[in-house]
């Protein structure tokens, strides 16, 4: 029977917990501060940050958000970043990915003050990640080693396949499972749209994420019995329903559940997870900036659906 990972529950179990973090916070006169940028008229970018700012509504986060129009200069952008940099009752600052063509994304994330950085993507938090000595993961990564944690999926001593080397996903993933610390120790394989014969690889792989973007690259041949399967995927596909799309992963769900011990669902499988991340690392931000220590949860007690 394979066990359908549900990413809800888990992230909700550690939403509870992260509730606690942030009243003690609060007995000590501090609220964590989120602040969100968007610069895009993506729909699903535009989806992306009201989801994120909703759920810091909802734990007790105060969330801050700036639309900036995405046909004005990389200087407004800038602008923007080093007021919040200033701003003492903002302890996280998200800049949502992509940005526009003509907007250097490195010189972004170089800008954001690396203790506000809780997407984890300033080369110093990345080179921190790296080092084995990380200060913020990024959330899709963590949210991925930490649904593998609540499913009894212990990456040490397994081969993982990691399809898509992005540097939001893939390249951060990959520093993680090989840490020489719990929840990582795993031998990894990065593979991208130039590997050849993919399905030889995640064949030979114990746990396969897929992170490419590609809709469905992933189908149960490429799949062997006994393997975790991580969809990371959120892909918006033609559909014949109100709103013209649908939601798919990277994964073939029906043909790879066939095969596969335990599988995430898209939608309610990393989305989720990645989203409590960011709690996680807005909490852990405002804790190191208020000099105030309070316990992340480690979301391992397990947590399984048949
Ligand atoms: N775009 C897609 N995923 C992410 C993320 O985790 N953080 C940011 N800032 N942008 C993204």
Redesign the pocket.
């Known amino acids: 029977m394979t066990h359908v990972i549900d990413g809800n529950a888990v992230g909700d179990r550690i939403t509870d917990e992260l509730a606690e973090s942030i009243e003690k916070l609060e007995a000590n006169g501090v609220t964590p501060g989120l602040a969100t940028v968007l610069m895009s008229d993506d729909g699903a970018?535009e989806t992306?940050v009201s989801m994120k700012q909703r759920a810091c509504e909802e734990i007790g986060i105060e969330g801050s958000h700036y639309d900036i129009n995405p046909n004005v200069p990389e200087e407004v952008l800038i602008d923007c970043i080093d007021e919040l940099n200033e701003d003492p009752s903002v302890h996280g600052i998200?800049?949502?990915?992509?940005v526009p063509d003509h907007i250097d994304s490195q010189a972004v994330l170089k800008r954001i003050d690396p203790m506000k950085d809780i997407?984890g993507?300033h080369p110093e938090n990345v080179g921190r990640l790296v080092a084995g000595d990380p200060r913020f993961v990024?959330?899709?990564p963590h949210g991925v080693q930490k649904l593998l944690a609540a499913t009894d999926v212990d990456p040490e001593g397994k081969d993982v396949v990691i399809v898509g080397r992005s540097n939001?996903?893939g390249k951060p993933l990959a520093n993680l499972l090989m840490q020489k610390s719990d929840g990582g120790n795993a031998t990894v394989t990065v593979c991208h749209s130039r590997t050849d014969d993919l399905g030889a690889k995640t064949r030979r792989a114990d746990i396969v994420v897929a992170a490419a973007g590609v809709p469905e690259l992933v189908d149960g041949d490429m799949i062997l019995d006994g393997t975790t399967v991580i969809d990371v995927g959120v892909n918006r596909v033609d559909a014949d329903n109100e709103k013209g799309y649908e939601l798919v992963g990277d994964v073939d769900f029906e043909s790879a559940k066939e095969n596969a011990s335990a599988i995430t669902p898209v939608p309610g499988g990393i989305g989720p997870m990645?989203i409590t991340m960011?709690l996680y690392n807005t909490v852990k931000a405002a804790s190191l900036q208020a000099d105030i220590p309070v316990e992340l949860p480690d979301g391992t007690s397990s947590y399984r659906l048949e």
């Open positions: 970018s992306y998200l800049v949502q990915m992509p997407d993507f990024p959330c899709t939001i996903v990645t960011l």
